[in-house]
Nanobody, 118 residues
Framework: VQLQASGGGLVQPGSSLRLSCTAS????????MSWYRQVPGNQRELVAR???????NYAEFVKGRFTISIDNAKNSVFLQMNSLTPEDTAVYFC?????????????WGQGTQVTVSS
């Protein structure tokens, strides 16, 4: 599975961004898709997760502001980010948990930079 993430950029506080990640797959069934973020010097942290069946999980610091969604037909996951603050500045990574050949695998995208600054 290869992941292509896009949608990051430089925005002002209070603005919105929409991140996209498309998974190209061959012989894998997607179990869940997630977004993580990482600030230099810190560990990567979960932002939001959505399973193929639809249930979602959000980190407390984004509840009410971010929405994760999935397009199963396009193997894509989206992260709508509203009311951005400077604390949301980070590299955002797409993560896929997939199954294939009776095993489960993890795949990471290359990351997209989100910078929130006035």
């Amino acid at each position: 599975v290869q992941l292509q993430a896009s949608g990051g950029g430089l925005v002002q506080p209070g603005s919105s961004l929409r991140l996209s990640c498309t998974a190209s797959r061959s012989g894998f069934a997607i179990i869940a898709m997630s977004w993580y973020r990482q600030v230099p010097g810190n560990q990567r942290e979960l932002v939001a997760r959505i399973t193929n069946g639809g249930p979602t999980n959000y980190a407390e610091f984004v509840k009410g502001r971010f929405t994760i969604s999935i397009d199963n037909a396009k193997n894509s996951v989206f992260l709508q980010m509203n009311s951005l603050t400077p604390e949301d500045t980070a590299v955002y990574f797409c993560y896929v948990r997939a199954a294939g050949g009776m095993k489960e695998y993890s795949f990471w995208g290359q990351g997209t930079q989100v910078t929130v600054s006035s």
